[in-house]
């Protein structure tokens, strides 16, 4: 019987590597993509955190809205009933806790962070403030946070004869409010700003008094970029804007929307340049 042997031919493939100079060109593109791809989505990131503080203000406005419908148009008491001399807790945090509970998470803006220990919050634009007593939620005593805060011209007190002339009292008595401010982006949950305070100046502690900053430095925060602040007005429009133009509202009725913020000035904090 004949025997057949079949020969196999085995070929061998030979495996090439990466020069070095392939190795660093591939590098330098990989280097290059990320670098067009990075800022990109750090601007969608920034983009979205400013689209959901302006959804919050918006949330936060139904809460005065249905607070004015259940109490003949008027605002809440605010902070100048309780400096009268109000025992009872007078502040927008409490007197709207019933309408905006069930979304409690619209009280921070999302470019802020929840900072435990007071004394850590002192020259922070990112730290939320936090409410100084528990509130009764559904039954359950709750911490709130917060990262908006109220115009302190905005409210009723019981005593009419307080700051009259100035404060807005009711929503329909307000004259052009698409210019009166009524929330935005805060370090504390409610300031009264008047037309000499400037802007919060680097690396400083929230100023109390009107001498250096003063109550317009609560609103003055480096939050969104440096250059824009999360808004809501009387009428319930809300957006980012300007910084430099917050002296240019009518934050109360006497406020001088030309004040000396609103002039040409080099004085501005590096942050807002």
Excluded at 15 to 31: K, Q
Excluded at 72 to 81: E, L, S, Y
Excluded at 153 to 180: F, H, L, M, N, T
Excluded at 249 to 265: E, L, S
Aim: hydrophobic share 35%; glycine share 8%; proline share 5%.
């Amino acid at each position: 019987m004949l025997e057949v042997k079949t020969c196999y031919s085995k070929t061998l493939k030979k495996t090439r590597a990466f020069t070095l100079i392939e190795l660093l060109v591939v590098i330098a593109i990989i280097a290059l993509l990320l670098s067009i791809i990075l800022p990109s989505l750090s601007k969608a990131k920034e983009y979205a955190k400013k689209t959901i503080c302006i959804s919050n203000l918006k949330q936060l406005n139904l809460s005065f809205s249905m607070y004015a419908q259940e109490n003949n148009d008027k605002f809440c008491r605010g902070a100048f009933d309780w400096s009268a001399g109000s025992s009872e807790d007078v502040f927008w945090v409490t007197s709207l806790a019933p309408y905006y509970g069930s979304y409690l998470d619209a009280l921070v803006c999302p470019a802020t962070k929840r900072v435990e220990d007071e004394s850590l919050r002192a020259g922070r634009h990112d730290a939320a403030w936090k409410y100084y007593e528990d509130l009764n939620f559904n039954g359950q005593q709750m911490r709130v946070y917060g990262s908006y805060g109220l115009n302190s011209w905005i409210g009723c007190p019981d005593d009419s004869s307080v700051q009259e002339g100035k404060i807005y009292r009711k929503r329909s008595a307000v004259r052009s409010p698409s210019q009166v401010p009524l929330m935005l982006d805060a370090f504390y949950w409610q300031t009264g700003p008047e037309p000499h305070h400037g802007p919060w100046l680097d690396g400083e502690p929230w100023p109390t008094d009107g001498t250096n900053g003063g109550q317009m430095a609560n609103f003055t925060l480096n939050r969104h970029g440096g250059k824009t602040t999360g808004l809501l007005f009387v009428d319930g429009s809300a957006g980012q804007k300007e910084i430099k133009k917050l002296w240019s509202y009518k934050w109360h009725k006497q406020f001088d929307t030309a004040g000396p913020w609103t002039q040409p000035r080099d004085d501005w904090p590096e942050w807002m340049k």
